[in-house]
């Protein structure tokens, strides 16, 4: 974690620990909505690079018959 955003957090803890619970409720519903909208750009993004939708169904396919390797078994320590 890079240090402004250690700080950041540690300046919106401060302000949310002062809030009433009602309007914690409603930082929390609107951090949650953040949370969700990021999520879904994250989607929307993998989704618009292109043979990735492809390429993840081929990847299903290839766990639904078993042709996966275990990170175990291919791991090394660099």
């Not at 949310?16 to 989607?43: G, H, I, N, W």
């Not at 043979?51 to 660099?78: M, S």
């Amino acid at each position: 974690m890079n240090p402004g955003r250690s700080v950041l957090l540690q300046e919106t803890e401060r302000r949310l620990r002062r809030l009433s619970a009602e309007r914690l409720r409603v930082a929390s519903d609107f951090l949650a909505y953040l949370e969700e909208r990021e999520s879904s750009e994250a989607t929307a993004e993998l989704l618009d690079a292109p043979g990735f939708e492809e390429a993840f169904r081929r990847a299903e396919q290839q766990v639904k018959e078993g042709q996966v390797v275990r990170f175990t078994d291919i791991h090394r320590d660099v």
